[in-house]
């Protein structure tokens, strides 16, 4: 039997910088805290966790003081810095260049909006952290819609200024785009997806046709890994989502030929690898 590691598949840019950032530190301290998941993958978290980074939620954060905190790729709202600037916090800040950028341009959106009457409209997954890192650049004002049933919470008789979460899907921001622009409000549209994730709809699409089974592999928190799993799953229907080796059936590998396995930008390539490793087992 075949088997294939996508070689365009694991870990973005940002995820990277922020997993280095944290080892890098943990080389020289016993611990360390992370603000939230360093990245949606339990393996990965699992991993780190056992090198000494301590994950914390928002309520123990708030509770800190005189202490170095890692903030992840996904950005964080002002007021995790203003907690952080008062309490003696020292912040790795990780938040990804392309969030960083976004937050700056949803900050003055919400600026200019405000000044006309209008207001920011932001498509992606409601309580993810980017998502909640954005939303607190407008003071919590920010409209969060996560499919067309959620177009009523946006006032339509006031100018309306639409961003994306950098990881949600291409078409389907576009076609959002088009039904707020249908109902005939004063629409701003601005693209501000990530070029490394959606180049990677693609590129799944692409690698997932090649082969009789594909293994995706993902931590089932991560949105970007939902969104890839689907495409692989419309292209090539025998596709599996799994998040860990053990996972794997002995009864999927029967009649199969070539194993393609693939996964998420929150997916270390040494999980996919031993995904690989499995599956030669289960087959000898």
């Known amino acids: 039997m075949e088997i ?10 940002g995820v990277v910088n922020a997993v280095q950032k944290a080892e890098k530190t943990l080389e020289t301290q016993e611990s360390l805290y992370c603000l939230g998941d360093i990245v949606h993958n ?23 003081k005189d202490c170095t905190v890692l903030l992840r790729a996904h950005g964080e709202p002002p007021s995790t810095y203003e907690h952080a600037r008062k309490n003696n916090i020292t912040l790795l800040d990780a938040t990804c260049p392309v969030v960083l950028k976004l937050q700056d ?7 200019e909006q405000e000044a006309r009457s209008g207001q920011v409209v ?14 607190g650049q407008t003071n919590n004002k920010a409209v969060v819609i996560e499919s067309a049933d959620d177009l009523d919470s946006i006032d339509f008789n006031r100018p309306v200024e639409l961003f994306s979460q ?12 088009e039904e707020i622009k249908q109902r005939g409000t004063d629409v701003i549209i601005h693209d501000t997806l990530c070029r490394q994730v959606s180049n990677r709809v ?8 090649r082969f009789d089974l594909i293994l995706f592999v993902s931590g089932r928190k991560s949105s970007n890994g939902k969104m890839l799993y689907r495409i692989s799953k419309e292209t090539n229907p025998n596709s599996k989502f799994i998040s860990s080796p053990e996972e794997l059936e002995a009864e999927w590998f029967q009649n199969i030929e070539k194993v393609g396995i693939c996964g998420a930008t929150s997916t ?8 690989a490793e499995r599956a030669r087992t289960l087959t000898k």
């Open 268 to 275: 270390p390539w040494h999980l996919m690898e031993d995904v």
């Open 105 to 111: 341009r949803v900050r003055k959106g919400q600026t």
């Open 4 to 13: 294939e590691i996508d070689s365009k598949s694991g870990f973005c840019f």
């Open 166 to 177: 950098t990881t949600k899907d291409m078409d389907g921001f576009y076609k959002l785009a």
């Open 42 to 64: 339990n393996a990965e978290v699992e991993r780190l966790s056992r090198k000494g980074l301590i994950t914390i939620d928002h309520g123990q954060f708030f509770q800190l």
């Open 202 to 209: 693609p590129g799944i699409r692409e690698f997932a046709r």
């Open 122 to 135: 932001i498509y992606g997954r409601k309580g993810h952290a980017e998502v909640n890192g954005l939303v």
